[in-house]
C-alpha cells in the first residue's frame, strides 16, 4: 500500500522515526509525499533521497573520531561575530543606553569600554554563546549539521548512481528523485508558515531548507533567507528570520487530506491511497529505556560548559512555545486520530543527542512495535471518523490546511 507521509518535529526523540520506517517498509508499503517538521524534515529528506531503513540505521550509529554519536557535534561553538555585526548588534545598543556614573563620559571612555566588552565577549567560548543567543537567536551553531546533512546526500547510490544531491536546489532535487517533499519552517520576521518544496521555493538548496526546519528557536541560531534562494510563493523574504517549523505547525497532517484547489497548489495533488502521521509521544513511555547515564566532566565525555536550556528564561519561553504548539495539534490529533501513529518517546529529550547505544536501540525498537501495532490493527478494520458540530472529516481538514497556508 501507498501512503503519504507526515513527521512530526522532536529534536533527538526523531531518531524513533527510523525504527518505526524499519517496520513500514518491512511490510513492503511505500510512500509518495512526504511532509516533515524539524527533526521529521530530516527523515522525510533522507527518505526522499532513496534511503533505506537499514541506512537511516547505519547514519544513526555514525560516531566522531573521539568516539562520541556525531549527532552531539550538532550542538556547536559559535564562530566570533564579525565586528561591524557586534557594532550594530543588540548587545551595542544596550551597552550605549548604560549610563555608568562611576565612568566618565569625555574622551569616549564608555564607548572604549563597551567596545572592549564585546571584543572580551566576542573572544571567550561562553560569551560568543552569549552573542549568537542575543544577536542570532540562538545559543548553538548548526554548522556541523549543515556538513553532516550535506554528507548524507552525497553518500551511497540512488537508484543505482551515486547520490550527488548536496549542492542542489528544492527543484532540482525533485527533477532527479521524483519525491514530493516538503519541509515545514517559520518566518519569525512576517509570522508566517513556509511550506518549503519545488513548487513555493525552487531555489532554495535543499540541505538549506532541513536547516531552516530544525533550527529549534533559542537552541540553534535562526537562517536569514538569502537573496540567491529566490521567492517564496511569489514573495521576496531576503534577510527574513527563519527557524524551526515546529513554532508555528508541528504537525500538520491535513495539508495531505484537504483537497482544495489552494492546498493542493502548495501540496501537490493526491495519488497515494492513504496519508499516514508518525507522532512523537512523549506521554507513551519507551519500554526497557535504560536510565540516562549520570554525567561526567571527565576528558572522554566533557558536557558543554554551558546549555541553553538550563537558563530560567529560555526555560520560560520554551514553556510558552510548547502550550502554544500543544494546543494547536491537539485539534488536529483528535481529528484525524486514525491516521495517525503514535511513537513512544516518554523518558526521552529533545536535545538528547549523545544517548548510548542502548538507549537508541530500546527508542528504535519502540518506534517498529508501535508501527507494527497500528498496520496490524489497519488492516483489520476501516478507518471512520466522528466528528461534533456537522463538521466533515473533509471540511475540518480543508479550515485547517487553508489556515495554515494563509498568508
Do not use: C
Not at 561553538?77 to 548588534?89: N, R, S, T, W, Y
Not at 549520570?294 to 510558552?320: F, G, Y
Amino acid at each position: 500500500m501507498q501512503f503519504d507521509l507526515v513527521f512530526e518535529g522532536g529534536g533527538a526523540k526523531g531518531m524513533v522515526f527510523v525504527g518505526a520506517m524499519d517496520e513500514f517498509t518491512r511490510r513492503n508499503h511505500t510512500h509518495d509525499r512526504l511532509l516533515g517538521t524539524s527533526a521529521g524534515a530530516i527523515t522525510a529528506t533522507l527518505l526522499a533521497a532513496g534511503y533505506t531503513a537499514q541506512e537511516m540505521l547505519a547514519a544513526l550509529a555514525e560516531q566522531t573520531s573521539a568516539g562520541q554519536p556525531v549527532f552531539t557535534t550538532f550542538m556547536g561553538q559559535p564562530a566570533p561575530l564579525p565586528v561591524e555585526d557586534l557594532k550594530k548588534g543588540a548587545l551595542a545598543r544596550i551597552f550605549q543606553e548604560l549610563d555608568l556614573p562611576v565612568i566618565p563620559n569625555a574622551f569616549g571612555i564608555e564607548e572604549t569600554l563597551d567596545a572592549g566588552l564585546l571584543n572580551l565577549l566576542s573572544g571567550n567560548a561562553i560569551g560568543r554563546h552569549l552573542l549568537s543567543f542575543v544577536e542570532r537567536g540562538g545559543w548553538f551553531s548548526a554548522d556541523a549539521f549543515v556538513e553532516w546533512m550535506s554528507k548524507r546526500l552525497d553518500s551511497g547510490e540512488f537508484q543505482g548512481q551515486k547520490r550527488a544531491f548536496s549542492g542542489m536546489t528544492l527543484k532540482q532535487f525533485y527533477a532527479v528523485t521524483a519525491k514530493d517533499l516538503s519541509l515545514v519552517a517559520a518566518n519569525v520576521t512576517k509570522g508566517i508558515k513556509l511550506v518549503l518544496n519545488h513548487r513555493t521555493a525552487p531555489d532554495v538548496p535543499v540541505v538549506w531548507a532541513v536547516r531552516m526546519s530544525m533550527s529549534i528557536p533559542f537552541l540553534w541560531q535562526e537562517v536569514t533567507w538569502k537573496a540567491e534562494w529566490g521567492q517564496y510563493r511569489g514573495f521576496d523574504l531576503v534577510g527574513d528570520a527563519i527557524v524551526d517549523g515546529g513554532l508555528l505547525s508541528n504537525f500538520p497532517i491535513e495539508l495531505f487530506i484537504s483537497d482544495q484547489k489552494p492546498v493542493q497548489a502548495v501540496m501537490g495533488k493526491k495519488v497515494s491511497e492513504r496519508v499516514l502521521g508518525m507522532l512523537i509521544d512523549e506521554s507513551i513511555n519507551v519500554p526497557n529505556a535504560p536510565a540516562i547515564p549520570a554525567k561526567t566532566d571527565t576528558p572522554e565525555k566533557k558536557q558543554p560548559i554551558a546549555q541553553v536550556t538550563e537558563l530560567a528564561t529560555v526555560q520560560r519561553l520554551m514553556n510558552l512555545v510548547n502550550t502554544m504548539l500543544e494546543a494547536r495539534d491537539k485539534d488536529v490529533i483528535s481529528a484525524f486520530e486514525d491516521l495517525i501513529v503514535r511513537l513512544p518517546a516518554g523518558g526521552y529529550g529533545t536535545t538528547e543527542f549523545d544517548m548510548p547505544e542502548e538507549r537508541r536501540a530500546a527508542l528504535l525498537e519502540a518506534g517498529r512495535s508501535a508501527m507494527k501495532r497500528y498496520l496490524d490493527q489497519m488492516e483489520m478494520k476501516t478507518v471512520s471518523f466522528a466528528f461534533d458540530q456537522g463538521l466533515s472529516p473533509a471540511n475540518l481538514a480543508d479550515q485547517m490546511a487553508l489556515r495554515m497556508l494563509a498568508r
